[in-house]
């Protein structure tokens, strides 16, 4: 494959304009007043958002370069959503300021190497200010952010808070598409694992990298599943039932594993795989939690019960799982409450038994986890469309709650990176050299732009309202919803600490790369002929994939 090799000024427009395409089609969302974007959709209608990532997440430019720009501001939005679960416009517009600031310099001869670790460190800085800000979030306070993340919803707002006053700060909070047109609050059976699915082939959600399976069955066991052959009775049995299978072991490998994600592939059985939370006496202890919940039974040879005789009824069943990279969320189905009830008093027994702190810390782990249940947001509305975008600023809303009760929160709307850049001054009398005291002004100039941004989408002047803020006391900011100047705490518009954090650094992190870029290599885009005899070639590449499609799934025929 040949590549397209660009140096120097070239390299780092081609960045520039890529970065631009990107930033400028999220940053209208910024905002309690931030226009729509309309993404087509392959199939079905298309798609309504006021969400930053997934604006970020569509964008694919024609030319390599170009491209290469978009998916560097794609990551930093991901990184931020990653992390603090919001705040990826911010992070956006934030990146975008930087490199436009820092090429200007790097091109006037400034040496990109110092510029970036000037950045680095009055980043590095602003951090510590930042933590050193942030307020506490106490009671109605949960509310107010949920309603500003949910683009000023208060009902949204309001079962956000519900929510986590039921679950608590630990619990789980999931959000899932309803039938009905109005939004439910419902606190069910449930638990989270801090485990991920084993192999990313299991995954059922492309678009969010998840898998969600309902009405599912779950096999537990302590053994770890090298041989399909130990799987095979049982997974004849659940495909026969036509119902999802999440097995969690000790460990699941080689063609057991291998065999799995062809079945999956093919449509033969909806199946995943984690491994078993914990270690030791401690890891037997969690997954006999998570039978009673489930109304199953752990699978171990100790109490004489093998896979290859297990039956239907020995597995647990879930309204309701989801799992990504780093976690499996389960809605329990039928299980009744006194088990569970019955298992938590277990629980508390041994914790009056013991000394050990770990182990103290450890059953009260467990004991939150089976007590807490798991509050599930139903969203309604009247078309899928509307479904859709209100689903993601519900879970958009959900992120930033969880990341505000963390890390504290600090007055929204731009105005904590406004007041950021008044102690930029200081930071960067103690830098050495005068191209890191560049880097420092380029960060200063930066903070600015999204409460410019935020004026401009609710069709105010931009540089009147960051003037008028950074005149003003910390808590004084501006409300874009009203268009009037006040303590935006006491107004309750406020910034989980975390995202504004996460913004910064993404930002930070991607800028310095893109300055210190000197040459881009990217695959050479082919040419696609019209003759029909390349066409044809494909097709027989593809058969030979099929065969080897077909030596992969004479395992899963051999199964079933």
């Known amino acids: 494959m040949a590549k397209i090799i660009a140096f120097d000024e070239e390299s780092r427009r081609a960045l520039e304009r890529g970065v631009n395409a990107l930033a400028d089609a999220v940053k209208i969302t910024l ?7 309309l993404l087509e959709k392959k199939f079905g209608a298309p798609q309504i958002v006021n969400d930053g990532i997934t604006v970020a997440k569509e964008i694919e430019l024609e030319d390599p370069l170009e491209n290469t720009g978009a998916r560097l501001i794609q990551e930093v939005a991901s990184k931020t959503k990653d992390v603090a679960g919001d705040g990826t416009t911010t992070a956006t517009v934030l990146a975008q300021a930087l490199i436009r600031e820092g090429l200007k310099n790097v091109a006037a001869g400034t040496n990109p190497v110092s510029l970036k670790r000037g950045i680095d460190k009055t980043i590095e800085a602003l951090v510590k200010e930042i933590a050193r800000v942030a307020k506490p979030v106490e ?20 079962m956000l808070a519900q929510a986590m006053e039921k679950v608590t700060k630990d619990g789980v909070i999931t959000v899932e598409e309803s039938k009905s047109l109005t939004t439910e609050l419902e606190v069910v059976e449930g638990m989270q694992i801090d485990r991920g699915y084993i192999s990313p082939y299991f995954v059922t959600n492309n678009e969010r990298q998840i898998v969600e399976f309902e009405n599912a069955r779950i096999l537990l066991t ?12 049982i997974l004849e049995k659940v495909a026969r039932s036509g119902q999802p299978l999440l097995i969690i072991a000790e460990d699941v490998e080689g063609d057991a594993l291998a065999t799995l994600v062809v079945n999956k592939a093919r449509g033969v059985l909806a199946v995943a795989a984690i491994k078993a939370p914990g270690f030791g006496d401690r890891r037997k202890a969690l997954l006999e ?61 041994q914790l009056e038994e013991t000394d050990s702190e770990y182990d103290q810390e450890k059953l009260q782990e467990r004991i939150a986890k089976l007590a807490g249940g798991v509050a599930v947001i139903k969203v309604g509305a009247a078309t899928e469309t509307e479904l859709k975008d209100r689903k993601l600023r ?21 105005t904590t990176l406004i007041h950021l850049a008044k102690t930029v001054q200081a930071i960067k009398n103690s830098l050495e050299s005068e191209e890191e005291k560049i880097g420092a002004d380029i960060v200063e100039r930066a903070l600015e732009a999204p409460l410019r941004q935020i004026a401009d989408n609710a069709g105010a002047e931009g540089s009147v309202i960051v003037s008028k803020v950074r005149d003003s006391e910390f808590n004084i900011g501006y409300n874009a919803a009203t268009g009037e100047f006040e303590d935006l705490i006491a107004a309750g518009i406020i910034d989980p600490a975390k995202v504004v954090r996460s913004a910064l650094q993404n930002a930070g992190s991607i800028a310095g790369l893109v300055l210190t870029t000197e040459a881009i290599v990217v695959e050479k885009p082919e040419k696609k002929s019209a003759a029909p005899a390349p066409d044809m070639g494909g097709m027989g590449g593809m058969g030979g994939m099929g065969g080897m499609g077909g030596m992969g799934g004479m395992g899963g025929m051999g199964m079933f």
């Open 394 to 414: 519900i879970e958009d809303a959900l992120n930033a709650t969880k990341a505000a009760v963390e890390e504290g929160i600090v007055p929204g709307g731009g």
């Open 139 to 158: 009671g109605s306070a949960i509310a107010q952010v949920a309603t500003v993340s949910a683009g000023n919803d208060e009902e949204v707002g309001q």
């Open 222 to 233: 302590d053994k770890k599943i090298s041989s399909i052959q130990d799987l095979v009775p």
């Open 289 to 349: 939690d998570i039978a009673i919940l489930t109304d199953g039974q752990l699978i171990s040879e100790e109490i004489g019960l093998s896979l290859d005789t297990a039956s239907l009824e020995a597995l647990g069943t879930a309204r309701k799982i989801t799992i990504d990279k780093e976690s499996t969320t389960i809605v329990a189905g039928s299980v009744t409450k006194p088990e569970v009830q019955k298992r938590i008093g277990q629980i508390r027994r």
């Open 31 to 37: 905002g309690p007043k931030g226009r729509n974007v």
